[in-house]
């Protein structure tokens, strides 16, 4: 069990829109009352197809997307075409639930095209749960209304973009571990891109 003071902060959300998926965490890196960083980085692309937000020890996120970056470049290597989103919660779950007796303290976020945009979230232990929009972290609770209240599957990319910072700034209003803007990550068939806003 970690102690009330460690226990980090953070809020991800994840959205599947029309021709793609964005994800976006804020930056505020925060374990307890203490603020670490104002510049933690909580989104990573995995492969040209897919992503994953984080909510968690900081640490253990990195550890999980690094072997994850490797494992996916290799099986696409071998396969010679992407690795679906799919395919790569499913190894992604694989890893995590090998660790269960000492786990990575993290929730997180793949987001990914294929046929289709898909969203999936998985908790510490590995559990895959398929889904059109997710929020994890400390600040879900306020992200999640937000998002529910205004989400359509046939949203364009402004309009996904605009309800993930709603929410996300939402959550930083009200959550004190959240904070100090948000990092976006959008990826369709064509493209995908990185930008941050501070606020």
Known sequence: MIPEQFIPGATAVGIAFKDGVILGAEKRVSYGTYVVSRSGRKIFKISDRVGAACAGMVADMQILVREMQSLVKIR???????????????????????????????????GGVDDKPSVYVLDPLGSVI???????????????????????????????????????RSAIQ??????????????TKDSSK??????
Do not use: H, W
């Open 194 to 199: 990185e930008e941050s806003i501070t606020f």
């Open 76 to 110: 696409e290597l071998e396969l010679r075409r992407p690795m679906p989103p799919n395919s790569v919660a499913k190894l992604m779950s694989i890893l995590l639930f090998e660790r269960r007796f000492f786990p990575l303290i993290t929730q997180v976020i793949i």
């Open 130 to 168: 398929p889904d059109e929009y997710s929020c994890v972290g400390s600040g879900t609770e306020i992200a999640i209304g937000v998002v529910e209240a205004n989400y359509s599957p046939n949203m364009d990319e402004k309009s996904a973009k605009e309800l993930l910072i709603k929410s996300i």
């Open 174 to 187: 009200r959550d004190a571990a959240s904070g100090d803007g948000v990092d976006i990550l959008t990826i």
